[in-house]
């Protein structure tokens, strides 16, 4: 009985150079069976590599999309709830890759920021004027 199903052996060359390209997606063991198998099937060392970088090319693609995807202002009429929580309370959108929402975020920080301290200087004057 094979311990993947489906097992390594079965599965179609694309399949194996998939997982041979995406290592770091795939158990170790799995990684090794598709590669032997890859050498009984005498697929060249060449498409391999193809595999490999086409894999790292993807990767990087989709860390480049993630980092320049920023907030848009159907994101607020469409899901405001949501929307206004990750701004204000999610503190790891840097560090998660999300460049251009951690610029944002920042940004509006700061303007809420100000409107709340304008709003309560308000207030303040306001009640003065009062007393």
Do not use: H
Request: charged share 30%; hydrophobic share 45%; with cysteine.
């Amino acid at each position: 009985m094979s311990e993947f199903i489906p097992p390594i052996k079965d599965r179609s060359t694309d399949e194996l150079l998939t997982i041979v390209g995406n290592p770091d997606g795939w158990n170790k063991k799995a990684v090794l069976l598709a590669k032997k198998e890859l050498e009984i099937r005498n697929i060249p060392t060449k498409k391999i590599e193809t595999a490999r970088y086409l894999s790292k090319k993807r990767k990087t693609l989709e860390a480049k999309a993630i980092a320049n995807e920023g907030y848009d202002i159907c994101d607020f009429i469409l899901r405001p709830v949501p929307t206004l929580f990750e701004l204000l309370f999610a503190w790891e959108l840097k560090k998660d890759g999300r460049l251009k929402k951690a610029k944002q975020q920042k940004f509006f920080r700061i303007i809420l920021l100000l409107i709340v301290v304008g709003r309560l200087a308000y207030l303040y004057i306001k009640n003065q004027i009062l007393i």
